[in-house]
Structures are given as structure tokens and as C-alpha cells.
């Protein structure tokens, strides 16, 4: 086991990572940039060290800052955490390059998977299902011409793109030249690489993800499917385990799927398959591949009775995955809503401030994900969320019951969340009924906006 594991990363999953540390009987170290000095992670990890000033590029995306830290404080493995550093191929080459173990797959699988491209050509060669496309394409009326031969509406999407950037839906070709061109042109602006490609925009699709994990010894498993399907312009909102929506027989096969990809790939560690399901509950699709731990790991953990994060520093490690991950059958059902600081009623705006007062609820069946307290200032450099609030009861209607509950007692003064947009959707028909799909929330605001 390591000695000492630094965490590159900020907020709600740097203590998460650090708390695994503290009972693995691993020692931590926190890095921080100016914004972050009073953040939580910084003050319960045993070693702290600040990196830069508040911008990400001048702190937690600065790899020669994170690795002279590790030298400093001789640590000997380093979590990325997601966002950031996560799923870059270089970074995990460099921690290599200095005899620091990256937690997380290889450089060069991480490169494999997070072209997107390359990642279809991969699920195809391994019989996994993908929506009809093309390849990387650089000429905007080339493009346009496979777009008419995919047939419209198409997805135009960034091949090094993620989190919703770098994507434009296209309806009608005489938008296409301008869409392309904007997706091209954000993607280049946030990842560095403006290569875009195609592919059929699957009509009022879910979006279904299935966590993976797999060790050095072997084994390679899933651990069920999580629904992402309630999302704002690409930004989920709300997650639950399992779907609502899929059939034993369907997650069945989008499992086996799962695995024989990474088996193929020879993965290593947790990651995450995404997928598009149609609106009948039948056909599935590939879409991309995480190769790092998700926002909304904590539902699949509630629902398997697991823990992921001490799971991945073990894999690290070179141990194998728990008998008790390895037996892992589901029970119960799990939601997480992702609390961030923003005005739901100003268009989401984003809200950084002051928090006067920080209350958050409790009781049978209810975590609560955080890094902020009672007079913490959230800084506006960083991604708006603040907390995740994750409940699990028996059955999906108790977990809903729950979550309504868990919500109207969390108490947050002095800045603006998105708590009451969230009771809005758990006490709507549509998701009472589990009868959602990625584009209900557009729908809704739209609806909303024209009443």
C-alpha cells in the first residue's frame, strides 16, 4: 500500500479522497490554490501545499506544481479526482515519467478512450453498439455532405470534448456551416484541439452510464448502470441507481457490452461507459468512455454496498478489487441531486458568496457530500457546485419520498442554490413516474418561461 497519496484536486472530492486515505491508514496531502486556503480538504488533510494563484491554469491544471509538490512532501501516488487533471494522458505520463503512481488507468488507454473517435472505432471492433457517424473531419462542407448522408438532425460533437462543450445538436442543414463551426471553435478554446465528428442525434434519448472497475489480477466488472438522464444543457442535475427505465433484459446486455470492452482495452481502475438509450427502452448506444471517477459514484456505492475510491487506490496499489465488490449484487434505490451555487430563477446564474448559515439534513438514509460549512466563501473560479446530496431507501419511491424531504431541510443562507429547483422536478408527475429523458428540463423551463 502507499505511504502517502497526494490529492489533485479540489472541493467535495478531495476530502471524499482524503477520508479513503484516513481508513486505509494512507496519509495525504492537499493541494490548494489561493481561493481554496480555507476550503475543508485543505484543513483535515496531513500535509497541505499551495500551488498557485485562484485560476485553474495557474494551479490545479499546472502538472510541474503538483509533482514538485509530491516531491516535497514524498508522496508516492497521486488521485486526480475528475475534472482537472483527470483524464489527461500526459499528466499520467509525467507522474510515471517521475516515479509517482498515477491512480487511474494507463496513459495510454486514458488517450485511447478520450479521443472520442478513436473510442467508437474501439466499440465497434469489440461489438459494442454505436449510433450511425462518421470520422474526425476537418473540411466544414466535407462535413456537411456526410451530415446529409447520416441523414439530419446530427450530432456534432468535439472529438477531445466533454462536460456538454464542444457539442451543437443540428436540426436543419442551412445551420450546420455556423454550428460547426462553434462547436469547433469552443472545443479549441477549453481542450486545445478542435477536431469534431458526426453522429445521429438519437431523437428524446436516456442517458445511461454503467460503472466499471478492474484490477491487475484479472478481474474486470461492472457495477451496474446509473441514470443521468435529468440534465440542463449537458450539466446533470439529478442521478439515480438503478434506472427506472431499463429492463432486466436490456441491462443486461449493456453490461456484458461494458465489459468486453474494457476487457479488450485492458483497462485498468474505475471508469465510467456512457451510453444513449432510445425512447422505447430498447436499443442502446455507445457515446464515450470517463476514464476517472464520476460526480455521481456515491448512488452506485449506496446501491452496490461499496466503496470506489478506496477501491481505486487499492487496484493503484496493485492489490485485487474486495470480495465484497467482486459479490457486489444490487439493493435498494439511490438519487443524488448535485447542489450547486446558482439562481435557478435567473437563468442559473451563478451564485458565489458568503454562506451565513449551513445546515445540512440528516437521518435514515441520507449523505451528504461537501467540502463548504458555516462561513465559508464559495470563490467564483471554480465549477458551482458545492455539495451532493445523496439518499437510499428500499425502493425508488421511499428514495423519492427521502430525497423531498432531505431538501426542504437543507438550510444554505447567504447565497442562491439550486435546492428549490430540484424539489420542483422530485414532486413533478414526470419523474415520479420515472418518465424523463435528456431533454425534459429544456422542455420544462421552456414551458415554464411561455406560462
Not at 490545479?60 to 483524464?87: M, N, V, W
Not at 436499443?283 to 476514464?291: A, G, I, K, L
Not at 442554490?417 to 424539489?423: C, K
Not at 424523463?436 to 414551458?447: A, F, M, P, Q, T
Amino acid at each position: 500500500m502507499f505511504k502517502r497519496v497526494l490529492v489533485a484536486n479540489r472541493g467535495e472530492i478531495a476530502l471524499r479522497i482524503i477520508r479513503a486515505c484516513r481508513e486505509l491508514d494512507v496519509e495525504s496531502v492537499a493541494v490548494y490554490s489561493e481561493a481554496d486556503v480555507d476550503s475543508m480538504h485543505v484543513q483535515l488533510a496531513d500535509h497541505a501545499v499551495c500551488i498557485g494563484k485562484a485560476a485553474s491554469k495557474d494551479s490545479y491544471l499546472k502538472p510541474d506544481r503538483i509533482i514538485a509538490a509530491c516531491e516535497i512532501t514524498g508522496a508516492d501516488a497521486i488521485h486526480p479526482g475528475y475534472g482537472f487533471l483527470s483524464e489527461n494522458a500526459r499528466f499520467a505520463e509525467i507522474c510515471t515519467s517521475s516515479g509517482i503512481k498515477f491512480i487511474g488507468p494507463s496513459a495510454k488507454v486514458i488517450s485511447m478512450m478520450g479521443d472520442k473517435a478513436t473510442a467508437r472505432a474501439n466499440a465497434i471492433a469489440n461489438g459494442v453498439p454505436i449510433t450511425p457517424g462518421s470520422e474526425i473531419i476537418i473540411d466544414p462542407d466535407l462535413a456537411l455532405a456526410k451530415a446529409r448522408e447520416i441523414g439530419f438532425p446530427v450530432m456534432i460533437k468535439a472529438t477531445a470534448g466533454g462536460g456538454g462543450r464542444g457539442m451543437r445538436p443540428c436540426f436543419h442543414e442551412d445551420e450546420f456551416h455556423s454550428l460547426f463551426a462553434a462547436a469547433a471553435n469552443e472545443a479549441m478554446a477549453c481542450f486545445g484541439n478542435g477536431e469534431c465528428y458526426l453522429e445521429k442525434l438519437v431523437i428524446n434519448p436516456h442517458h445511461i452510464e454503467f460503472q466499471v472497475i478492474a484490477d491487475t489480477h484479472g478481474n474486470y466488472i461492472h457495477l451496474n448502470e446509473r441514470d443521468c438522464s435529468m440534465q440542463r444543457r449537458n450539466q446533470k442535475i439529478i442521478e439515480e441507481c438503478p434506472s427506472p427505465l431499463l429492463s432486466d433484459d436490456l441491462r443486461q446486455r449493456m453490461g456484458d457490452a461494458s465489459v468486453r470492452l474494457i476487457k479488450a482495452i485492458g483497462y485498468e481502475n474505475a471508469g465510467t461507459i456512457e451510453y444513449l438509450v432510445d425512447e422505447k427502452g430498447e436499443n442502446f448506444y455507445f457515446m464515450e468512455m470517463n476514464t476517472r471517477i464520476q460526480v455521481e459514484h456515491p448512488v452506485t456505492e449506496e446501491v452496490m454496498g461499496c466503496e470506489l475510491i478506496k477501491e481505486q487506490i487499492r487496484v493503484a496499489a496493485g492489490m485485487p478489487l474486495s470480495e465484497h465488490v467482486l459479490e457486489a449484487t444490487p439493493r435498494g434505490h439511490s438519487i443524488e441531486c448535485r447542489i450547486n451555487a446558482e439562481d435557478p430563477y435567473n437563468n442559473f446564474a451563478p451564485s458565489p458568496g458568503r454562506i451565513d448559515l449551513w445546515y445540512a439534513p440528516g437521518g435514515k438514509g441520507v449523505r451528504v457530500d461537501t467540502h463548504v460549512y458555516s462561513g465559508y466563501t464559495v470563490p467564483p473560479h471554480y465549477d458551482s457546485m458545492i455539495a451532493k446530496l445523496i439518499v437510499t431507501g428500499a425502493t425508488r419511491e421511499i428514495a423519492i419520498a427521502r430525497m423531498r424531504r432531505a431538501l426542504a431541510e437543507f438550510m444554505i443562507r447567504g447565497i442562491k442554490t439550486t435546492i428549490p429547483f430540484q424539489l420542483e422536478i422530485l414532486n413533478h408527475p414526470d419523474f415520479v413516474n420515472g418518465t424523463y429523458d435528456i431533454g425534459w428540463v429544456g422542455r420544462y423551463l421552456e414551458e415554464k418561461t411561455k406560462a
